[in-house]
């Protein structure tokens, strides 16, 4: 498998400390996120992603019965 396909499961494949992965897929990219944006439109993405999380969440979760 190429690694660019999969790019997590070849994360997971090396000898990596567990802290890693959430770290470099999740805690930092938010970081980033955070810091481009500056602190008056933080509220407004995390009120803008919980909207787009609430109307998604019945597709999602009716996929999950089919």
Same mark, same amino acid.
């Given at each position: 498998?190429? =690694?660019? %396909?999969?790019?997590?499961?070849? /994360?997971?494949?090396? !000898? !990596? =400390? *567990?802290?890693?992965?959430?770290? #470099?897929?999740?805690? @930092?990219?938010?970081? *980033? @996120? *955070?810091?481009?944006?500056?602190? =008056?439109? @933080? !509220?407004? #993405?995390?009120?803008? $992603?919980?909207?787009? /999380? $609430? %109307?998604?969440? =019945?597709? @999602? ?6």
């Amino acid at each position: 498998m190429h =690694p660019n %396909v999969f790019p997590t499961l070849y /994360l997971k494949k090396k !000898n !990596n =400390p *567990a802290y890693f992965l959430p770290l #470099l897929t999740r805690i @930092i990219p938010s970081m *980033a @996120i *955070a810091v481009a944006l500056g602190r =008056p439109k @933080i !509220n407004l #993405l995390l009120v803008t $992603s919980q909207v787009v /999380l $609430s %109307v998604l969440w =019945p597709f @999602i979760s009716f996929h999950r019965f089919i």
